[in-house]
């Protein structure tokens, strides 16, 4: 296990709705980063979350939004749900000093949206 | 742009059979970094490794090996002897030039489901 957790496991929604995915990073951990895993893909980078601002995003619209807390747990709000937001929500957690470098990330069981 | 591309969709092996999993990628980054993910039937990505554009020394670990050359932009995976527990699907990933601090953003191929049969 890599002592990142994701909540809730399962969530079913209707179009049009709001979500909201948490991610509790492994313990010393000050970068989280959100990935969606459509089924039969690899998973596509959303954004990072780095000493609680957003520090990179990927082709996602602005109804794709998060927040990175004090203690590094992350949320991932989804509004006006739509069809292909169906898939698998992973958040992966790493460690990074002040200047810009390689970590090893950590990810999540992840939260199956459907 | 960054791309990752494994051919192979889906691999079928008996179990002990040796099996080679293929990765070729894109990059104009001159310093970038490849992974291997696992993710079993319980969809928690398992690292297994992650080696730099400079770093070119094939690597055995176990029942695991990763031949990387840059020549051309291939970084495959091998697994010797293979089990039953190694079915899975895995991805192959390059990692973008990080923003300002924070951790590498990845680029993840879209898989390549492996069935050991025993």
């Known amino acids: 296990e890599t002592g990142v957790t994701q909540s809730p496991t399962h969530l079913i929604k209707t179009r049009g709705q709001q979500v909201t995915l948490r991610c509790s990073s492994q313990s010393g951990h000050n970068t989280v980063s959100w990935y969606q895993q459509a089924l039969g893909q690899g998973p596509q980078f959303i954004f990072q979350y780095y000493r609680e601002e957003e520090n990179g995003r990927g082709n996602f619209p602005p109804r794709f939004s998060g927040l990175q807390f004090p203690n590094y747990s992350s949320e991932l709000n989804v509004n006006a749900l739509e069809l292909d937001d169906s898939a698998l929500y992973l958040c992966a957690s790493s460690w990074t000093p002040g200047t810009s470098g390689v970590d090893e990330q950590y990810f999540g069981p992840g939260t199956r949206l459907t | 742009a960054q791309k990752v591309t494994q051919a192979q969709t889906e691999i079928s092996v008996v179990e002990k059979e040796d099996v080679t999993l293929d990765c070729v990628y894109e990059?104009?980054?001159?310093?970038?970094?490849l992974f291997w993910y696992k993710q079993p039937p319980s969809g928690e990505l398992v690292f297994l490794i992650r080696?730099?554009?400079?770093?070119?020394q094939n690597e055995i670990s176990g029942r695991y090996s990763w031949n990387f050359q840059k020549s051309t932009s291939s970084f495959n995976f091998t697994i010797t002897a293979s089990q039953v527990v190694d079915s899975a699907v895995y991805f192959c990933?390059?990692?973008?030039?990080?923003?300002?601090?924070?951790?590498?953003?990845?680029?993840f191929g879209k898989g390549t489901k492996l069935t050991v049969n025993p």
């Open positions: 990059t104009r980054d001159t310093t970038y970094y």
């Open positions: 990933a390059l990692s973008e030039e990080a923003p300002q601090g924070g951790s590498e953003k990845l680029v």
């Open positions: 080696r730099n554009s400079f770093d070119e």
